[in-house]
Antibody, heavy 122, light 110 residues
Framework: QVQLQESGPGLVKPSQTLSLTCNVSGGSINTDVYFWIWIRQHPGKGLEWIGYIYYGGSTYYNPSLRSRLTVSIDTSKNQFSLNLSSVTAADTAVYYC??????????????WGQGTLVTVSS | NFLLTQPHSVSESPGKTVTISCTRNSGSIASNYVQWYQQRPGSSPTTVIYEDNLRPSGVPDRFSGSIDSSSNSASLTISGLKTEDEADYYCQSFHINNFIFGGGTKLTVL
């Protein structure tokens, strides 16, 4: 059973960089079958995709966040990471990592982490 | 990119059947698969339907998905409603490297 677990600071100061890591267990991240994605959910709101990465390092970012975003992967540690720079209170959200299964006509998230709340505040 | 529009909320009684719609505003609903996620309060989302109408193992057959080209929408139908089905439900599609989520529908089982 694949499991994903987010880790990182729960509190980040404005203008600093939000950094999270997702540890994947129960399966290898080093596979061409899946992508690995970050999703966030503002308090009481819907789901927003942030960015995703392929095991070879190819990345795809939400255009609204692209200028501040870096997603990376470490296949030796079976984990991938998120760095979001210059954060403001608007980046306060629950951040999820998930696995993406891709097919010819779509992609969906089949395993999710439990999520971690990140608050941006001084 | 296109938008996926869901009703903000729906409610129904236990044992009844409810349908949640997800309408695509441009392009054909059949062009890209639609998925449905269930998110119970305080929990992360889980997939209940993928690729329009497929159920992951462990999801009861009370959950079904469909698409309707005439209304350009996808639907999630839950029959034999249980109180445990009370949750937020999100539709999702994928197009040109972008994930598109519907705004979510709060299902109340009362």
């Amino acid at each position: 059973q694949v499991q994903l677990q987010e880790s990182g600071p729960g509190l980040v100061k404005p203008s600093q960089t939000l950094s999270l890591t997702c540890n994947v267990s129960g399966g290898s991240i080093n596979t061409d079958v899946y992508f690995w994605i970050w999703i966030r959910q503002h308090p009481g709101k819907g789901l927003e995709w942030i960015g995703y990465i392929y095991y070879g390092g190819s990345t795809y970012y939400n255009p609204s966040l692209r200028s501040r975003l870096t997603v990376s992967i470490d296949t030796s540690k079976n984990q991938f990471s998120l760095n979001l720079s210059s954060v403001t209170a608007a980046d306060t959200a629950v951040y999820y990592c998930a696995r993406v299964r891709v097919s010819d006509y779509g992609a969906y998230l089949d395993y999710w982490g439990q999520g971690t709340l990140v608050t941006v505040s001084s | 990119n296109f938008l996926l529009t869901q009703p903000h909320s729906v409610s129904e009684s236990p044992g009844k059947t409810v349908t949640i719609s997800c309408t695509r505003n441009s392009g054909s609903i059949a062009s890209n698969y639609v998925q449905w996620y269930q998110q119970r309060p305080g929990s992360s989302p889980t997939t209940v339907i993928y690729e329009d109408n497929l159920r992951p193992s462990g999801v009861p057959d009370r959950f079904s998905g469909s698409i309707d080209s005439s209304s350009n929408s996808a639907s999630l139908t839950i029959s034999g409603l249980k109180t445990e089905d009370e949750a937020d439900y999100y539709c999702q599609s994928f197009h040109i490297n972008n994930f598109i989520f519907g705004g979510g529908t709060k299902l109340t089982v009362l």
